[in-house]
């Protein structure tokens, strides 16, 4: 190795202001002049050997240089892309007529179907559980323990520094801000529905081949389950959907649809074709039943607050009256001036809520629940394997039992999760997968936890000393009503917990309207109207036809096409996991830090072999075949086909990655500059909050210093546009 500083540059070589990564990093770290002839043996090691293998990216694998335009698209190695955010592409939006008519007509044929004949959907959607159960049951399972460690790999790999966004991209939201809507993205009706009702059912009669019903093991074994439901699998489930829906379109410019993710795995042409469009189906299938049981359970809450509150008589037909009620809510919401306003009193509804479990909390039993807490915490911890194994080789009351509980959640879960992932990548543009992982699957977890330990808790102490309305029969939505009858000065409460219950189930689904609009329109931001209120009246004729083919127990119609939707798209989110692997084994710092590797290690071997502890490291031109990247193919169209930039009527355009210029001259107009800003306008956010995030150390992550993520080292849903509401 030579002691010389060899810089082969070739002359169409980018000069300033447009450098590399670790050129900006070497500039940051110059004596004062920026003399270039600097030794390599006078700089930092880390910073001479990034920026040795950053030069020589590209020149080093065969005869390909680094700018041959025939190779590379504008003439930049796919190591050196930035990354490409997909407000920065050019397209045109339309209709996708088949994914409309096959998603839409299908589920409203089946919308005048339950109605007309309710009975025999009832028994056609029982016997599909059924099957569904004995040959899939298992499916739901194994893939949400899977999609937890599978994230949880991401977290702690070499890929957990990759940002979703560009690589010089801050966040958009300072950490604060960020944070809070993840907790806000953990509340809803579920919390209210389920929060005192679960436990207390799993108190009364436990999950089989565990403790006696109504003992002390089966007190804590109770909540522990509860929390198994609610907690980071579930969450697991929404960051890889979040996660690989900010990569795509933020790191690499695609539109933010599911089929987007399929490219490497399909091809662009299918991906963009029928499979992708099937893709799309599926998805759009699962957030319609997802966001319609949602519905049904508040409708069924607000009915029965409504029989606390005024003496009305629930039955099935009020119960669709109220849904018919939430739904013009909703919609109105959803295609009006009207969505900000809601949404600003949606984060007062998240204050409410918190501070309805907080009374709770106080005026209930207030020790009780403080040693029950981390007790049943350690319960979770400790029996979490054993949860996670339950499946019907135990049995039929265990086979039972996951189909009405565990299955049913991870059905759920997976059902919503094209919407709160949608969300969640919304809000976490320029974090780094590392930080999104680790605060998407423990924030809001966390805060659900909190929720249901003293909600769930409470109920089980009122249960166990006879208070009033308590009794091992009690419906679901009962328990709610039953636990503040039992707090004292709540009189109250009932009237105000049906106004939380409604704005948060108004919110929400607005907001999912809007993202199946965004999905059946090619991923229009702004979809027609008439789009957002066909899907809005369909969610709404769903769950409506969940109530009516329910029989005896209004969950069960719920729970039975519920688990029916979601099954196919819990195989896309098996290819999901494939399809976002691939992807990040060929991202531009993934392409860099493998050079870098391999450059340096052939480098400091060479140079102890032939001169022991006196040499430097130089970048030279090598044979081909010798360099750094002889173990990476840059020339496949899976690197490089990505940042080949294109017109709307997708014809390639050239494009100057140096002054991000097109060379037709093209560029944002004004409305689209500002519409970035207005996407991701949310109550008590400013874009001010952005300067914040800069000066803030990222939650869950190592700290990162301003020259990008090439430096060394030193967690409610989208409404139109983006702004984020509240999940169910």
């Avoid at 807490?373 to 009351?397: C, H, K, N, Q, V």
């Avoid at 000065?489 to 009932?494: H, I, V």
């Avoid at 290690?601 to 430097?616: I, L, S």
């Avoid at 990655?657 to 970035?676: K, N, V």
Wanted: aromatic residues 12%; contains cysteine.
């Amino acid at each position: 190795m030579s002691g010389e500083h060899a810089d082969h540059r070739t002359p169409r070589e980018p000069e300033a202001p447009h450098r590399t990564l670790a050129d900006r990093e070497d500039e940051g770290s110059a004596p004062a002049g920026g003399d270039e002839s600097t030794s390599p043996a006078d700089r930092p090691l880390h910073v001479e050997r990034i920026r040795a293998a950053s030069r020589r990216a590209g020149e080093t694998f065969g005869h390909l240089s680094l700018y041959t335009e025939s190779v590379y698209p504008h003439g930049t190695h796919p190591a050196l892309v930035p990354g490409i955010g997909v407000d920065e592409q050019r397209r045109r939006y339309t209709l996708d007529w088949l994914i409309f008519a096959v998603a839409g007509l299908a589920t409203a044929a089946f919308v005048v179907w339950g109605v007309l004949a309710p009975e025999q959907v009832g028994e056609v959607t029982g016997d599909l559980f059924d099957w569904t159960m004995a040959n899939a049951g298992w499916l739901f399972t194994v893939i949400a323990s899977v999609i937890t460690v599978f994230m949880l790999g991401l977290a702690i790999s070499k890929y957990g520094r990759i940002r979703l966004g560009r690589d010089d991209e801050k966040p958009e939201y300072s950490n604060f801000a960020w944070i809070a809507m993840l907790f806000a993205a953990g509340l809803g009706v579920g919390v209210f529905f389920f929060g005192p009702s679960e436990p207390l059912t799993h108190f009364i009669t436990p999950p089989p081949e565990t403790y006696e019903a109504e003992s002390v093991q089966a007190l804590h074994r109770a909540l522990a389950q509860s929390f198994y439901h609610w907690g980071f699998h579930a969450w697991g489930i929404y960051a890889l959907v979040g996660a690989s829906i900010a990569y795509v379109a933020y790191r690499r410019g695609r539109v933010p649809l599911f089929s987007s993710l399929f490219r490497t795995l399909f091809g662009q042409r299918h991906a963009e074709g029928f499979a992708g469009q099937l893709v799309d189906i599926f998805a759009i299938v699962a957030t319609l039943f997802g966001t319609a049981a949602s519905l049904g359970f508040a409708a069924l809450q607000i009915g029965e607050g409504s029989r606390v509150a005024f003496g009305v008589e629930v039955s099935n037909p009020v119960i669709v009256v109220i849904i018919a009620i939430l739904a013009i809510g909703f919609i109105v919401s959803a295609v009006s001036g009207i969505s900000r306003g809601i949404r600003y009193l949606s984060s007062i509804n998240i204050v409410l809520t918190l501070g309805v479990v907080l009374m709770v909390f106080l005026l209930g039993p207030t020790l009780f629940l403080l040693n029950l807490l981390p007790a049943s915490l350690m319960e979770y911890l400790g029996e979490i394997f054993d949860m996670m194994g339950r499946t019907s080789s135990w049995g039929e009351e265990t086979t039972a039992f996951q189909g009405w509980w565990t299955v049913f959640f991870w059905a759920w879960w997976i059902a919503w999760s094209p919407f709160v992932g949608i969300f969640i990548a919304r809000i976490s543009r320029g974090r780094t997968l590392r930080q999104f992982i680790l605060c998407v699957m423990f924030i809001p977890s966390s805060l659900v936890t909190l929720c249901f330990g003293i909600l769930g808790g409470a109920s089980i102490w009122m249960y166990r000393e006879g208070a009033d309305g308590f009794s091992d029969d009690m419906s679901d939505e009962e328990v709610l009503f039953e636990l503040v009858a039992n707090i004292p000065f709540a009189d109250w409460l009932p009237y105000l917990l049906m106004v939380i219950i409604a704005i948060f189930f108004i919110t929400a689904a607005d907001s999912a309207s809007v993202i199946m609009g965004i999905m059946s329109t090619r991923g229009n931001p702004n979809p027609r109207r008439l789009v957002v209120v066909f899907w809005g009246l369909v969610m709404a004729g769903v769950s409506a036809v969940m109530i009516l083919t329910s029989g005896d127990t209004a969950i069960t119609g719920m729970q039975n096409l519920l688990m029916v939707a979601a099954l196919p798209f819990t195989v896309v989110l098996i290819l999901v996991m494939i399809a976002f692997l691939k992807e990040l084994r060929s991202d531009p710092r993934t392409i860099r830090e493998a050079y870098a590797r391999q450059a340096v290690t052939d480098a400091v071997v060479e140079g102890v072999e032939a001169h022991g502890d006196d040499f430097a490291i130089a970048v030279h031109k090598t044979a081909p075949g010798e360099g750094a990247g002889r173990d990476f193919d840059t020339s496949t169209e899976d690197v490089t086909e990505w940042y080949q930039r294109t017109d709307e009527d997708d014809n390639p355009v050239e494009y100057d990655y140096a002054t991000d210029s097109w060379a037709d001259g093209w560029e944002p107009d004004e409305e689209a500059a500002l519409d970035r800003a207005q996407r991701f306008a949310v109550p008590g956010t400013t874009p001010d909050d952005v300067s914040e995030a800069d000066a803030q150390p990222n939650p869950g992550d190592e700290p990162t210093t301003a020259s990008g993520d090439d430096s060394p080292p030193a967690g409610g849903e989208p409404h139109a546009g983006g702004e984020p509401t509240r999940n169910s």
